[in-house]
């Protein structure tokens, strides 16, 4: 099987635009979770999606939102970008069939930088 | 809120030294445990997991782990390392059957030949 693809892998942008990243889940996944990772901060928990719904959420502000679609496709979107948003953001997806200790399959990440 | 603590930032070995990298996590209630390893270059990978049953496991490249659950601890083990082995290590925890997974800060394991 594939594994957890991310467009775009790099994206520079400027303070003030929005931005939209995209994950293709692993064939067959059904959850799709979102972290940021930055130097400072370290890996946290954006949100999840689970049959097109946000199942769970982080403490990131409003700006920061998502979606998923039919095909377990997800999109988050960051609007009025700030130079702090600067990050690696990683999708992971899990079969989420309820079973105990669910793995987490991560992709290869987008890398934003915000000018 | 949960929290996990990983004790070492960087850690320097020699090949064929033993290495062993500390978990501590902050949460009542049942937890799995993770640790996912990301070498140079390279996606977040699953190195092992404990969910239930026997505290000692075991995973890839020869890693393993022990749940201590009286200690809130999650050690990672490798009676010796590689080369191959540089990378950095983040030890993460969630409840049963969220998929929120809190990591922990990581550790940068250096293995010098």
């Known amino acids: 099987k594939a594994g957890v693809t991310q467009t775009p892998r790099y994206l520079i942008k400027t303070r003030g635009q929005q931005v939209t990243l995209s994950c293709s889940p692993i064939?067959?996944?059904?959850?799709v979770s979102w972290y940021q990772q930055t130097p400072g901060q370290g890996l946290q928990f954006l949100f999840e999606?689970?049959?097109?719904?946000?199942?769970n959420k982080g403490n990131f502000p409003g700006r920061f939102s998502g979606r998923q679609f039919s095909n377990s496709r997800s999109e988050m979107n960051v609007s009025t970008l700030e130079l702090g948003d600067s990050a690696l953001y990683l999708c992971?997806?899990?079969?989420?069939?309820?079973?105990?200790?669910?793995?987490?399959?991560f992709g290869p990440g987008t890398r934003l930088l915000v000018l | 809120a949960q929290s996990v603590s990983q004790h070492n930032h960087h850690v320097i070995l020699s090949e064929a030294a033993s290495l062993e990298l500390g978990c501590n996590y902050s949460?009542?209630?049942?937890?799995?445990l993770f640790w996912y390893v990301q070498y140079p270059g390279q996606h977040l990978q699953l190195l092992l997991k404990?969910?239930?049953?026997?505290?000692l496991v075991k995973g890839i490249k020869g890693f393993e782990a022990e749940f201590i659950k009286s200690k809130f601890s999650f050690n990672l083990r490798k009676p010796s390392v590689q080369w191959s082995d540089t990378a950095e290590y983040f030890c993460?925890?969630?409840?049963?059957?969220?998929?929120?997974?809190?990591f922990g800060t990581g550790t940068r394991l250096l293995v010098s030949p």
């Open positions: 999606y689970f049959s097109e719904t946000q199942r």
């Open positions: 064939s067959g996944h059904r959850s």
């Open positions: 404990y969910f239930s049953g026997d505290p």
């Open positions: 949460y009542g209630g049942t937890v799995n």
């Open positions: 993460a925890v969630t409840n049963t059957g969220f998929q929120k997974l809190v």
């Open positions: 992971a997806s899990s079969e989420a069939s309820g079973t105990v200790g669910e793995t987490q399959y």
